[in-house]
């Protein structure tokens, strides 16, 4: 008997038993490594979450007032020393009322000084008579001075032709001599009290300049303090601005938030179980989330001693809980070109 010729097998029977054979297996193989390549560029350990570290600066009045004018708007680029913002800080009736303290109080000063020098009149008018009263007396005492000589000089001629005693001659004598001495010591004292005298005239007139002087130097203080002006305290860009000229602000109240724009470390978070703590000097991998693999080498620059809560922006959205881990910072690698708050994968292995 002649062999049968075989029946041919349909093409599409034929890729219907590849499909119930082959292509699941082909499939797993596919996803399994699909897996293999997602998890080796992509997927970073659980256990460490990190971000580009965001510097910001805001710029806060430290009284309330009006904001009377705004040199920053979002976006804007300033340098440190920047004029952002001035703020009216007194009121004007505050200020006038100050004001009329200030000068309530110079003014009694005033009067007090003229007081002063009404009584520093008398006393020199009184130590003037004084002074008058004084050479007439000297004038007395000369004109005593020489009578008390021509007694002398008379009892020394009786004394000498034996018509007077030795005692009526030295009486004469001692009294000439102590008329003379009280010439001469009054003659003293004078010409020093009237060297003197004019020290005691009260000059008022550079307090007086000085008062107008003080009330002049008063109001440029207060009116320099009823607007305060306030300066950008670092390099970087305007992140947002939260009020508008015209309106009230309150002290503490931040009106423009700085950023930074260029980064300077990596801030990354160690979850718990802590198998082992980094320590400074270690290098670990950095890789950027882009869909080129994107990789560096950075070194822990220094490790924190307790647990603080992560940053929101490295948890998950459906975290519902603070979650706590060890902060560490690392090195910026300038190679990758990290903007400050970009979320980075660390991966970090110990070497034991």
Same mark, same amino acid.
Request: net charge neutral; aromatic share 6%.
């Given at each position: 008997?002649?062999?049968? /010729?075989?029946?041919?097998?349909?093409?599409?029977?034929?890729?219907?038993?590849?499909?119930?054979?082959?292509?699941?297996?082909?499939?797993?193989?596919?996803?399994?490594?699909?897996?293999?390549?997602?998890?080796?560029?992509?997927?970073?350990?659980?256990?460490?979450? =990190?971000?580009?570290?965001?510097?910001?600066?805001?710029?806060?009045?430290?009284?309330?007032?009006?904001?009377?004018?705004?040199?920053?708007?979002?976006?804007?680029?300033?340098?440190?020393?920047?004029?952002?913002?001035?703020?009216?800080?007194?009121? /004007?009736?505050?200020?006038?009322?100050?004001?009329?303290?200030?000068?309530?109080?110079?003014?009694?000063?005033?009067?007090?000084?003229?007081?002063?020098?009404?009584?520093?009149? #008398?006393?020199?008018?009184?130590?003037?008579?004084?002074?008058?009263?004084?050479?007439?007396?000297?004038?007395?005492?000369?004109?005593?001075?020489?009578?008390?000589?021509?007694?002398?000089?008379?009892?020394?001629?009786?004394?000498?032709?034996?018509?007077?005693?030795?005692?009526?001659?030295?009486?004469?004598?001692?009294?000439?001599?102590?008329?003379?001495?009280?010439?001469?010591?009054?003659?003293?004292?004078?010409?020093?009290?009237?060297?003197?005298?004019?020290?005691?005239?009260?000059?008022?007139?550079? =307090?007086?300049?000085?008062?107008?002087?003080?009330?002049?130097?008063?109001?440029? *203080?207060?009116?320099?303090?009823?607007?305060?002006?306030?300066?950008?305290?670092?390099?970087?860009?305007?992140?947002?601005?939260?009020?508008? *000229?015209?309106?009230?602000?309150?002290?503490?109240?931040?009106?423009?938030?700085?950023?930074?724009?260029?980064?300077?470390?990596?801030?990354?978070?160690?979850?718990?179980?802590?198998?082992?703590?980094?320590?400074?000097?270690? /290098?670990?991998?950095?890789?950027?989330?882009?869909?080129?693999? #994107?990789?560096?080498?950075? /070194?822990?620059?220094?490790?924190?001693? #307790?647990?603080?809560?992560?940053?929101?922006?490295?948890?998950?959205?459906?975290?519902? #809980?603070?979650?706590?881990?060890?902060?560490?910072?690392?090195?910026?690698?300038?190679?990758?070109?990290?903007?400050?708050?970009?979320?980075?994968?660390?991966?970090?292995?110990?070497?034991?």
């Amino acid at each position: 008997m002649e062999p049968l /010729t075989p029946i041919p097998t349909p093409a599409s029977q034929r890729w219907r038993e590849f499909r119930i054979q082959a292509l699941p297996v082909l499939t797993f193989i596919a996803i399994i490594a699909c897996i293999a390549v997602l998890w080796q560029r992509y997927v970073f350990p659980s256990n460490v979450v =990190a971000q580009v570290e965001l510097q910001t600066a805001s710029v806060i009045t430290t009284l309330p007032g009006i904001l009377e004018e705004l040199h920053a708007v979002r976006f804007q680029h300033v340098k440190k020393g920047d004029v952002i913002a001035v703020v009216n800080v007194t009121d /004007t009736n505050v200020l006038a009322a100050s004001l009329r303290a200030v000068e309530a109080d110079l003014a009694v000063m005033r009067q007090r000084i003229e007081v002063g020098e009404l009584r520093t009149g #008398q006393t020199y008018e009184r130590e003037r008579l004084a002074f008058l009263e004084q050479r007439v007396q000297l004038a007395v005492d000369r004109v005593n001075a020489k009578l008390a000589e021509a007694e002398f000089l008379m009892e020394a001629e009786l004394f000498t032709n034996t018509l007077s005693s030795s005692n009526q001659f030295n009486a004469a004598r001692y009294k000439w001599q102590a008329m003379e001495t009280n010439v001469v010591e009054m003659e003293k004292f004078l010409l020093l009290k009237e060297q003197t005298l004019p020290k005691l005239q009260s000059d008022t007139a550079n =307090a007086f300049a000085a008062i107008d002087n003080a009330i002049r130097a008063q109001k440029e *203080v207060l009116s320099a303090t009823t607007n305060l002006i306030l300066r950008a305290p670092m390099d970087g860009i305007v992140s947002a601005v939260s009020n508008h *000229v015209g309106e009230a602000i309150m002290a503490g109240t931040p009106i423009v938030i700085i950023s930074a724009t260029v980064p300077e470390q990596i801030i990354a978070y160690m979850r718990p179980p802590l198998t082992r703590v980094p320590k400074p000097g270690e /290098t670990l991998e950095i890789r950027r989330r882009t869909f080129q693999r #994107q990789t560096a080498t950075g /070194t822990i620059r220094n490790v924190g001693m #307790q647990l603080e809560p992560i940053s929101l922006a490295l948890l998950a959205p459906t975290t519902a #809980q603070v979650e706590l881990g060890l902060p560490f910072s690392v090195n910026l690698p300038p190679n990758l070109g990290l903007v400050p708050g970009e979320v980075v994968d660390i991966i970090y292995e110990p070497k034991n």
